[in-house]
């Protein structure tokens, strides 16, 4: 079994900063391409940021110069600084990973999803 486990959500005013962070638990052998996705209601979800194992990264056109993604590979997290946050970052941000298990192989998960509010 594996869990995403994100955290770092909230209230921030524009302008302010947020850290997210995600955590892959479980019996894992590795960890790869991992990202951040956010939705908001009537809309489909989007990728904001991807980071690959040798962190490689991708940005969405919209949060390129404010997001950073990074990860720890042996801690199997990963981290998105957000910063000079708009009212339209509003979101419920999603983490998304390739994790590998040992005699499963390799599978895609979602976290629960944590809410961002940019709003004063």
């Known amino acids: 079994q594996v869990q995403l486990v994100e955290s770092g959500g909230g209230l921030v005013q524009p302008g302010g900063s947020l850290t997210l962070s995600c955590v892959a638990s479980?019996?894992?052998?590795?960890?790869?391409?991992m990202g951040w996705y956010r939705q908001t209601p009537g809309k489909q979800r989007e990728l904001v940021a991807s980071?690959?194992?040798?962190?490689?990264?991708n940005y969405a056109d919209s949060v390129k110069g404010r997001f950073t993604i990074s990860r720890d590979n042996v801690k199997n997290t990963v981290y998105l600084q957000m910063n000079s946050l708009k009212p339209e970052d509003t979101a419920v941000y999603y983490c998304?990973?390739?994790?590998?298990?040992?005699?499963?192989?390799?599978?895609?998960?979602w976290g629960q999803g944590t809410q961002v509010t940019v709003s004063s």
């Open positions: 998304n990973a390739d994790v590998t298990r040992p005699l499963v192989g390799t599978d895609n998960y």
């Open positions: 479980g019996t894992i052998v590795g960890t790869y391409k």
């Open positions: 980071i690959t194992r040798g962190a490689i990264t």
